[in-house]
């Protein structure tokens, strides 16, 4: 016998339970999401989804809520002139400004690429149709690129401020260019 696979014999179970401990710190988050699975499939079977307790996520935020809308603009003098009004008319609490994107389509049977500003803008969900008629209304292009997704989770007191900012205009009924 080698000497290598004697001492592995001799380790036997010892080795086993060595080894398992050092997986455990591995196999700890796992298993602890595992305990949320039947609570996860009940809400997916009645239709609801898993309800989280105001205490442990900090403030209560609805999902979807609030949404982040992207625009493009081909330059960023035209993004700073649309961020700043936006905001300005508590159509968003924030706009992102990231620079120096390429786009690639199809526009009117040809294929173009054009550098252009991209604007991330965090609103209320709510306030989205809004969005979308102001920045068509002062948006250089002849079809302005306004998309919104809602935002299902994130950081709570963040989530809260969007929709602070922003309170004001969504219990008007209208809001004018």
Sequence with gaps: MRPGRASAILLGGGATLFLSLLWMPV?????????????????????????QSPAASGSVYVPGSVSAAFVTCPNEKVAKEIARAVVEKRLAACVNLIPQITSIYEWKGKIEEDSEVLMMIKTQSSLVPALTDFVRSVHPYEVAEVIALPVEQGNSPYLHWVRQVTESVSDSSTVLP
Aim: net charge positive; no cysteine; proline share 16%.
């Design 27 to 51: 196999l700890f988050p796992v298993a602890a999401r595992l305990l949320l699975l039947p609570r996860a499939l009940l809400s997916m079977a009645s239709g609801s989804p898993p309800s």
